[in-house]
């Protein structure tokens, strides 16, 4: 079973409704949650990060941790077809694996017009 | 602009040919690493250096090499041991050393390696 279970999509919405994206995982010792932004044939960018539980908004962006459950999400609102993507869900354990990060297979996401 | 510079971004390879892959950074980074991206998989982390002339093994090293003898290069070469080479390989850097965050990881655009 694999540490991260992200769910590949794909994931087709109209432009405008909200993009709903999240990730389970099983290591409880996990406490640095990413997602990343990848677009076609492209390298990943960080686009939002979040220590330990709670919410963390940013523009259109909300992510949400919920270390009881070990399930993380991303939220999209107002969705615009920039934001046609594939995300990925990243965790790390702490500054001991700083960039040493477990990976769910990403979600691709098409926003259509 | 500062960036992670991969190079080729399309590659080739007949079995049984060693492929070295090409990473070049002028952000000044000390630490590097290399992730392989394979549909459905994620990224899993092959090789990383957290300083100049040392490097350590990641999850799925096992026929794969590199080196660091420059703080700005960290080449990965795929050797004919590696059984199942087509993917997508990607090199990265983190900012530790000037306050980045634990897990934020700045990327290239990746090389594209094919085994025919």
């Known amino acids: 079973q694999k540490e991260v279970e992200q769910d590949p999509g794909p994931l087709s919405v109209p432009e405008g409704a909200i993009v709903s994206l999240n990730c389970t995982y099983s290591?409880?010792?996990?406490?640095?949650f990413m997602w990343y932004r990848q677009y076609s044939r492209k390298g990943p960018e960080l686009l939002m990060y979040?220590?330990?539980?709670g919410n963390k908004e940013d523009g259109r962006f909300t992510a949400q941790v919920d270390k009881s459950s070990k399930y993380i999400s991303l939220f999209i609102r107002d969705s615009q077809p920039s934001d046609s993507a594939t995300y990925l869900c990243?965790?790390?354990?702490?500054?001991?694996?700083?960039?040493?990060?477990?990976f769910g297979a990403g979600t691709q996401v098409v926003v259509t017009p | 602009d500062g960036g992670i510079t991969q190079s080729p971004k399309y590659l080739f390879r007949k079995e049984g040919q060693n492929v070295t892959l090409s990473c070049e950074q002028n952000l000044n980074h000390d630490a590097m690493y290399w992730y392989r991206q394979d549909p459905g998989q994620g990224l899993r982390l092959i090789y990383y250096?957290?300083?100049?002339?040392?490097?350590q093994k990641g999850d799925i090293a096992e026929g794969y090499s590199v080196s660091r003898e420059k703080k700005e290069s960290f080449p990965l070469t795929v050797t004919s041991a590696q059984k199942n080479p087509t993917a997508f390989y990607l090199c990265?850097?983190?900012?530790?050393?000037?306050?980045?965050?634990?897990?934020?990881?700045?990327f290239g655009e990746g090389s594209r390696l094919t085994v025919l």
């Open positions: 979040t220590y330990s539980s």
């Open positions: 290591n409880s010792a996990f406490q640095y």
């Open positions: 990265a850097s983190d900012n530790r050393e000037t306050g980045g965050l634990a897990g934020e990881l700045f």
């Open positions: 990243a965790m790390s354990r702490g500054t001991d694996s700083w960039g040493k990060l477990q």
């Open positions: 250096s957290q300083i100049v002339n040392d490097f």
